[in-house]
């Protein structure tokens, strides 16, 4: 398992695949697999039987995972896709950092 820099509620920038190019909110961070759930990203059509909740049934659209190595966090001070660094705040814990412009993540 490897440590994983995005958390939910992160911005995102897609570098690779059939999405490349757009940006989208972390729903859910999988570590161990090392795949992340982006919001309206990597859809894919899923056949539903009708339910209480979707009566209807029918063919849905459902977010698939994107490997953590396809997608940059957007920083939120400069607005760019960039790598992301590790700091020591004042209280000694970790931070994440932009490397473009040096503003903290977290």
Do not use: W, Y
């Not at 995005?6 to 940006?23: E, S, Y």
């Not at 859910?28 to 795949?35: A, C, E, F, L, N």
Request: glycine share 10%.
């Amino acid at each position: 398992m490897s440590n994983v820099n995005v958390k939910k509620g992160d911005n995102v920038f897609v570098i690779a695949g059939k999405d490349k190019g757009r940006r989208g909110k972390v729903q859910r961070v999988s570590p161990r697999d090392q795949t992340i759930i982006i919001e309206g990203i990597n859809l894919a059509k899923k056949h539903a039987k009708p339910t209480k909740a979707n009566p209807q049934g029918g063919v849905i659209d459902k977010a698939m995972p994107v490997h953590i190595a396809k997608i940059k966090l957007i920083c939120s001070g400069c607005d760019k896709p960039t790598r992301i660094g590790k700091d020591q705040a004042v209280d000694g814990s970790q931070v994440r950092v932009c490397r473009l412009c040096g503003r903290t993540l977290d």
